[in-house]
């Protein structure tokens, strides 16, 4: 069985925190949503951070704001929040269709919006070195 390399763990509350540490950290630092991706990743030994930051106690990044003119997602909501929330069947529903349809109930559980969103940036253009919120 493979194991995650040592790391250390930080779980900062506001999205501030959260700058603070990426910016002292720099490259050492990656942020953790659902580990679906980064944590296999880890035990492979293909991305090796000194540090975790987990955004879970970030509220912001677990709100959902539907409005008229616009909506905003937190990044932090999981794919099985989107699939199974009915206030997204009235004008996203392409969005809750999609998310209802990626990988298992298991991996939905745990796999994030912007986890979703940075890992399909990285496939395609390199690492992301931002929060996504
Ligand atoms: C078995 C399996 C099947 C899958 N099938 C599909 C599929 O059918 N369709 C599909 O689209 N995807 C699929 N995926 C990919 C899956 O959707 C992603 O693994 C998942 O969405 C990543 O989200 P996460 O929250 O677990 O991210 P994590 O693993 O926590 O993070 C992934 C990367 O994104 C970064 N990151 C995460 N959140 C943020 C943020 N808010 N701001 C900045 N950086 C951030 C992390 O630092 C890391 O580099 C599958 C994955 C698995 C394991």
């Known amino acids: 069985m493979m194991r995650l390399p040592l790391f250390e763990f ?15 950290e720099r490259t050492n630092a990656m942020p953790l949503a659902g580990g679906t991706d980064l944590l296999p990743n880890m035990k492979r030994r293909q991305q090796v951070p000194r540090t975790l930051m987990s955004l879970r106690h970030i509220q912001p990044l677990n709100d959902v704001e539907l409005t008229l003119s616009g909506s905003r997602l937190g990044a932090c909501l999981t794919l099985s929040d989107i699939a199974a929330d009915p206030r997204f069947r009235n004008g996203l529903t392409a969005l809750a269709q999609a998310a209802s349809l990626v ?6 559980n745990m796999a994030t919006l912007g986890g979703n969103i940075c890992t399909t940036i990285k496939a395609t253009s390199g690492e992301s070195r931002s929060i996504s919120a």
Do not use: V
């Open 10 to 24: 930080r779980a900062p509350r506001t999205l501030q925190e959260a700058s603070r540490i990426l910016d002292g």
């Open 103 to 108: 990988a298992t109930p298991q991996i939905r």
